[in-house]
């Protein structure tokens, strides 16, 4: 059966499975347990614990989880599978990455360092970034791993510009060392990102230092309509330069 715990902190979800896990499970505890996020307009921090009371779930469990997870994977923002269960662990760590928000694994001796981890999970997007009206330009200062919601407050902001303006003169990434994605959902939200705005973007100027930046405006170039160009990472005032400059114009100290 699936149960409830109430000792979880504000802001996490916690339950625990004993014995066999059935569809009514399901129905009954985390059905309603999504459906309240959803009314509430939150995202979810699920605490999940596997106790040696635990024993499997029924075909009909697996289908429903399945259903409820497809259904429901953009309200998660962190998942804490607490097992001593070794199959489970391994079979957990090598699904998280295809996620779209943080999976972790704890022992059962660690149940509360899995319930601190999630209480203590960024609240909203990692990326910082500000519209600079006067120049039209986007600027995103990078600092963590990249989340799907760092790519969702980009959009939100990047469309609001863009509905009442037909593009933007040019977004600047500021970075001193790429920190890679957090999940491969992360990544592919991305993608989706710059698939659905690049065509509205004139130019898009990456200040960072990392030797693998050098490498981005040839590989850019082939996937997006912008023009792009490399800056160091202490060339920031720069990059904005040229980003708001009009196409046929070069601003100095490019690099």
């Not at 899995?114 to 990326?127: D, F, N, Q, R, V």
Request: aromatic share 8%.
């Amino acid at each position: 059966m699936l149960e409830r715990a109430e000792d979880a902190p504000a802001g996490v979800d916690a339950v625990k499975a004993t014995g066999t896990v059935s569809k009514n499970d399901y129905v009954t505890v985390i059905e309603p347990l999504i459906d309240n996020a959803r009314s509430e307009g939150r995202r979810i921090r699920l605490l999940c614990e596997l106790g040696p009371e635990f024993k499997s779930f029924t075909p009909a469990a697996g289908w429903e989880d399945l259903k409820v997870g497809l259904g429901s994977l953009r309200l998660f923002e962190g998942c804490a599978l607490v097992t001593d269960t070794r199959w489970i662990r391994e079979a957990t760590r090598m699904t998280s990455f295809l996620m779209p928000c943080p999976v972790r694994v704890f022992g059962t001796q660690e149940r509360a360092e899995a319930l601190h981890w999630l209480a203590s999970l960024p609240e909203g997007p990692g990326i910082s970034h500000r519209l600079l009206t006067e120049s039209q330009v986007l600027v995103a200062e990078v600092e963590h791993p990249l989340r799907a919601a760092d790519f969702d407050a980009l959009a939100l902001t990047a469309d609001g510009w863009l509905r009442t303006h037909d593009e933007l003169a040019g977004v600047v990434i500021h970075v001193r060392e790429f920190p890679g994605w957090e999940n491969i959902g992360s990544m592919i939200r991305h993608v989706r990102f710059v698939r659905d705005h690049h065509r509205k973007v004139r130019k898009i100027a990456l200040a960072a230092d990392s030797k693998v930046a050098a490498l981005v405006p040839q590989l850019a170039n082939h996937f997006v309509r912008a023009e792009v160009r490399r800056f160091g990472y202490d060339d920031l005032d720069a990059a904005v330069t040229w980003a708001a400059a009009p196409p046929d114009q070069q601003a100095a100290g490019a690099g």
